[in-house]
Structure formats: C-alpha cells, structure tokens
C-alpha cells in the first residue's frame, strides 16, 4: 500500500529537513569514519533515492563499519550476510519448517531469512554462486520473497548494500551484468591519504568511539524518497544525462572513437534514470530546488563503472573503465546549439 501524497507544506518540511540533516548526519558519522567524503555522499545518494549500492574496495576500509553507521542514524534494521560458496538461497531469504500446534496438529511455518531487513549488507557478494545471488534479485526489484508458492513483502524501507572485494578473483562468482545493473551505484572505496590514515590509527587505539546517535526514521526516509523525486530538472539537464549514456555505446551514429576502440558494451536506459534520480537527491543534499549539469556529471563514475563492458582492446592497452568515464566527461557537450 503506498503512502498518501504530500502536501505542498509537509513537502517544503521534509525538504529543509534533508537540507538541515546533512551536517548532523556528517557529524554523527565522523565519530567512526575518517576521511572518504565522496563515499559517504554517494552512499547517502543512493538511500535518499530509494536504490541499492554496490560497494567495491580492499579490505579492510570499514566497509562494513560505514553500512552499519548509516543504518544507526536513520534507525533502520540492519542485517548482514557474509557471502559464501556454500551459502544457500533459503538461508538468505527464508524457509518453511514444520511446526506442530496445541492440538497437536502439524503445518508449515515460514521462518523469515536476514533479508528481512531495512539495511541488508551482502558481504562480498561475489563469493557466492549465481544461484544464491540470484536469490537477491525479486528482493532488489520487487521488494518480496516468494517461498513455497507464496509472496512476502518486504518491510519497507529496503536496500542491498553489497560489498565485493577487487583484489582476490581466485575463488569468485562475477556478478552477471543484469545483476549488476539492479545497482544505482558502485561506490569504489579507496585507501585513505597518510594524514587521514595516522588519524584512523589513533583514534581506533586509543579509547572507544562515542556512539552513534539515530536522527531519523524508516517513514523520513520514505519521505525523503517521494521528495527527491519531485525535485525538478530542466530538460536540457535530462538530456546532458541520456547524451552521456548514450555515447557509452559503441557502433552507433555519433559514438566517440574511443568507445568504439575500448567498449564492448554500453549502458542502458537505467543508467539514464539512475543519474536523473542521483542528481534529484545530491540537489536536495546540496540544500539546492533543482539540478544542474555538475550533478549529473559527479555521478557518472558511480552510475557507470558497473554498466560499461571493456573491450579486449582497451585491456590490452591498459584502458581502466575510469579512463573511459572520464573521456566521455570530457568529450560530451553539456548542452547542444541547435
């Protein structure tokens, strides 16, 4: 059942909400991360417009500590699942077991899996078979788990936040890219700078951090989404946004050399959407009614690095996807003369 639409009023309230909650949330989450700002805004991002975030980096890099923060802040339950080769479908989604009542009679009941959360973080997702990752997949789209012929809604609201690890292939399941597309965003998270780094090292030695304070609800965060989505975007903004995708994608009238050369396939329509949505929500985050061309052009590694396919070519000529991402920043007009 969905909600009932806002008034003009309660929307102006939850929108200076967002804008005003931007510090407190950067403060409450400084008590346990240092540094990775860019993270922290595309992950942010992603759960103000309802999606599910993929998050790529080394161990190590509190990964699973920002999830965990996150979930804190707005109150939401948290759930995680460490991914492994032997991981079943039903332990991720549920199962039904038999149960026997007062008068004695025997029935199936349905013992709901970890998925039944607010915050599912899929730990290193790709060391799991595509059986098991597929079990992920009706959750991610539609919100249920079907068992035994049955639907189970979701309690809403509900992300994937999924975790791979880039340094050890031995021993994975890549993600197929249908899978990978369910994703708004793959966050790449990286090693911190030296200051930033000592800074982490003393802090995590010495005492204990200060606990993280909740600042919001599950029912803000679903406000938050419906007013995201009313953010306006003038239509040469939204067509800056389908031209960048649209150049991603080799052998057709007006692609780039360079994706023709380094791109075996481009990224879809929900790339498109993706970065209309993202840029709605960094608006609202930015304390800004409406989206411009940087908006769009900050999420596009985030949007993108998950949803090109690299060519032979480009891997023998040592051609990251970043390079690609930023080649099309570079190539593409943000507004055409007519």
Known sequence: MS????????????????????????????????????????????????????????????????????????????????????????????????????????????????IFANVLLADEINRTPPKTQAALLEAMQEHQVTAAGRRYPLEEPFFVLATQNPIEMEGTYPLPEAQLDRFLFNVLIDYLPPADELSVVLKTTSSKPEPIEPLFTGDDVMRFHEAVRRVPIADEVGAYAVRLVGASRPQ??????????????????????TLVLGGKARALLAGRAHVNFDDIAALAHPTLRHRVLLSYRAEAEGVTIEDVIDRLLSDVPKSVTS
């Not at 057709?252 to 959407?273: H, K, Y």
């Open 3 to 114: 909600a009932p639409m806002m008034t003009v009023e309660e929307e102006a309230r939850v929108v200076q909400q967002i804008r005003d909650g931007r510090d407190r949330i950067n403060t409450e989450l400084s008590k346990v991360i240092v540094g990775q700002h860019d993270v922290i805004e595309q992950l942010l991002i992603c759960l103000f417009a309802g999606g599910h975030c993929l998050i790529t980096g080394a161990p190590g890099l509190a990964k699973t500590l920002l999830v965990r923060s996150v979930a804190q802040i707005f109150h939401l339950n948290f759930q995680r699942i460490q991914f492994t080769p032997d991981l079943m479908p039903a332990d991720i989604t549920g199962t039904e077991i038999l149960e026997q009542d007062a008068d004695g009679r025997r029935k199936l009941e349905f013992v709901p899996g970890p």
């Open 252 to 273: 057709r009238e007006g692609t780039p050399g360079f994706v023709n050369d380094w791109v075996s396939w481009g990224a879809g329509l929900r790339a498109a959407q």
